[in-house]
């Protein structure tokens, strides 16, 4: 096949940056579609039962149809929209669609019942539904694994101590464990009586709770509960028939100020959509109708999101940041600068004033790291800065200085070198929020069945890549900082090159999957000075090319994360094949014939509107669960044209 390269290229690019444009926020950033879990609508609506304010009519017929939606073939839900059903969701999103008043009989909710009752119903489902369910009184608190407050009683030194885990597990533990030490149930209604009576196979008196504890479906079951995990649990179960009323109490305090913390440095946004939720019905107990419920509810619908498969609530309150950072790389790698100034001035202006100026008041207190100088996922205002974030910000900022556009002073660029300084492990890799705070091994006592690598912030191949890429593009731009930056940086590169496979791919984690993962393994060593002809890098680029599909295309899907192996998809992939693209390129391969037909792939498969057609969800978290980046599909294949566009 002959590629209409020199004509038909810019042209593609072109239509594709119109999108960007037409795309674009008022405020600068592009706000998109951040769904795809299916637990969140749920928790949601057990919140605002738990609030006793039903929701209005259009948020109620909004989730009707975005959980009618997807709901499987074989009548169950996913953990997310397109994984196959599990127990948890599947009776979670049951109960949801009773409370939002859709009737027993109904011939969706017949199937439901038909697929999770054999499979067990809330007995089996992962244990986060558990916990959901004995909230509303739909299940008992005795069938849960013991979640004691006392844990934040424990000396701080010990791994164990709450404070080591991972900042998204301790601040969905934190108040779930606030809620299970007053046993919080929701109002019993006729309608809970109902729905109980329909979820369970066998007469809800006759459960035996304590055996339920351990029981979950095959479906719910990704990570396995390990003899440490048991082991805890017995211990935790004895601790919470003996424990003193005194400590009760005493922990519960502290419990609740860590929870204070949390909602002021965030605004009351919350780090995520399970703490949002669970910390606004803690404050409804402890102190109901209190100015911290208000302040909560208020920012209740920051999560949603009204899409056309209806309204669901998101997993953070936005990926505004992230995206922009890299829409800005994007669209700076293209030549369309000059015609697209307007967009990127407005999309600087975001960059600057989303950057958090300050630390968290009494940060050692609440357990937080510095946040100074970085950059969130999202907002200013959620407040919690993550490495790579800072580091993509800091990038695009500098890529922005190129060009005069950028918008942030000096002194608070070299505030988010400071920041991602802080923020090195020891292995030379760096994780997500924080350091890395417990030893690996606490994974072996994730109890969450449903997710991975949960417990321990670890370094990542994308955050280390996306921190050496950003210390080294500071280097260049301020060459007296060399001497500071020079090891970090080839600690950084040494991280990168130990987690390569032998086979050459790095494991992506937060996104899918191993395409993802050479994306940032690559531009990493790349950017610490590796050479075309070193071995990591033509390791690299034959492990991909070996993948390329005979139509020019790469895919994978999810199962590559969930099997840590690739698994190739049905059909090509407009921004797996873009990752692959520009990985090649950055292994000195951009002339390559496999980059070639990478690129007559990525054309040929442009819409007439400029966009690519929809595909599966590309982002994933805790090596099962899919995420939706709006920008993704819009952006990474014109990135990719922009780059390798003209190779020949
Ligand atoms: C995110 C979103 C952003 C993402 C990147 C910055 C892209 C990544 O490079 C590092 C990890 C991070 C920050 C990340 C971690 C896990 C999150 C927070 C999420 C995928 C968004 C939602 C997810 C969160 C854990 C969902 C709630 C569920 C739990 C298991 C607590």
Sequence with gaps: MTAPRSRATPSAVDRGLEVLAAT??????????????????????????LLGRPPDPATREGFITYLRGHQNPDGGWGLDVESHSHVFTSVLVYATLRLLGVPAEDPQLQRARAWFLPHGGPLSSGSWGKFILAMLGLYEYQGLVPLPPELWLLPESLPLHPSKLWCHCRMVYLPMSWLYGRRVRAKQTPLLAAIRSEIYAQPYESVDWPAARERVAGTDAYTPRTSYLRAANGVLGLWERFAPAGARERSLQMVLDQIRREDEATNHIC???????????????????????????????????????????????????????????????????????????????????????????EMEKGYRHRSRGGWPFSTRAHGWPISDCTAEGLKASLLLEKVGMNQVPRARLREAVEEILSLQNEDGGWATYELQRGPKWLEALNPSDVFSTIMVDVSYVECTSACVQALAAWRTFAPEDEAWLREPIRRGE?????????????????????????????????AAGARPDDPALRRAADYLQARQRSDGSWSETLESNRQRRWVDGQRGHAVQTSWAVLSLAACGRRDSEAVRRGVVWLREHQGEDGRWPDQPITGVFNRTCAIHYDIYLRLFPVWALAVCGTAS
């Design 24 to 49: 674009q926020d008022a405020g600068g950033s592009w706000k998109g579609d951040y769904g795809g879990p299916l637990f969140l609508v749920p928790v949601y609506v057990a919140g605002l039962e």
């Design 271 to 361: 780090i995520g959509p399970i703490n949002k939720v669970l910390n606004t019905v803690v404050w409804q107990i402890a102190r109901p109708g209190g100015p911290e419920v208000e302040a909560h509810v208020k920012r209740l619908p920051d999560y949603l999101w009204r899409a056309p498969d209806g309204l669901k609530m998101q997993g953070y309150n936005s990926s505004e940041l992230w995206d922009t950072a890299f829409a800005v790389q994007g669209i700076l790698a293209t030549r369309g600068v000059e015609r697209m100034r307007p967009v990127l001035e407005r999309a600087a202006h975001y960059i600057e004033s989303n950057q958090v100026l300050e630390d968290v008041a």
């Design 494 to 526: 040494r991280f990168i090159r130990k987690v390569q496979r032998a086979d050459g791919s790095w494991e992506g984690s937060w996104g899918v999957c191993f395409s993802y993962g050479a994306w940032f393994g690559t531009a990493g060593l790349v």
